[in-house]
């Protein structure tokens, strides 16, 4: 499901990048990826299926924590996520947890419980007659529809931040 888009061809960006103190890089990189983010955000709030809003408006760019200590890469995930407010008090009719199933789809069994591990479950989600709710990928179809986009926007951004970082110093 997480899809990953590497960026090529940019030696002159990566030498003045590895001319940065190592926080400084890190700030601008994220940003740059940030704002290279925005097309995917509104390519997928657009495409995302709405009955209350909860899930359309959640849709947002956040700094992945998986990244982050290696190798110094930085990354964002484009998803839906409950807001800090929500998060604290534990409001869980505020949680769009259920875009995963939005997203790549589901087997509909009602109730029942079903037991056993995948290659049991698989087997019995067949034999009960459970239905397969496909996915709508509204995150997938954003993803793929705007990477050259992202990508252009990911250059310019980059060399803007590079050069108010180094008139900062």
């Known amino acids: 499901m997480a899809e990953v888009l590497r960026f090529e ?16 890089r890190r700030k601008v990189v994220r940003g740059a990826l940030r704002d290279a983010a925005r ?13 209350t809003g909860l899930l359309r408006k959640r849709i947002g760019t956040f700094t992945s924590k998986i990244k982050r200590g290696q190798n110094g890469e ?13 998060r604290r008090a534990k409001i869980k009719s505020a949680d769009p947890f259920y875009y995963r199933f939005q997203e790549i789809g589901f087997h509909a069994v009602g109730r029942r419980k079903i037991r056993g591990g995948r290659r049991a479950r698989a087997a019995n989600l067949k034999e009960s ?3 397969c709710i496909p996915g709508k990928m509204f995150i997938g179809r954003a993803f793929a529809a705007q990477q050259r986009r992202a990508l252009e926007i990911f250059q310019s951004a980059v060399k ?8 900062r110093k």
């Open 9 to 24: 061809g940019l030696k002159d960006a990566k030498a003045a990048l590895d001319a940065l103190t190592k926080d400084i």
């Open 39 to 51: 097309p995917f955000v509104q390519a997928a709030r657009a495409n995302a299926p709405v009955r």
């Open 74 to 86: 930085v990354g964002v995930y484009v998803k839906p996520r409950a807001s800090n407010a929500a």
């Open 129 to 131: 007659g459970a239905r």
């Open 160 to 167: 803007k931040r590079i050069d108010l970082a180094n008139t």
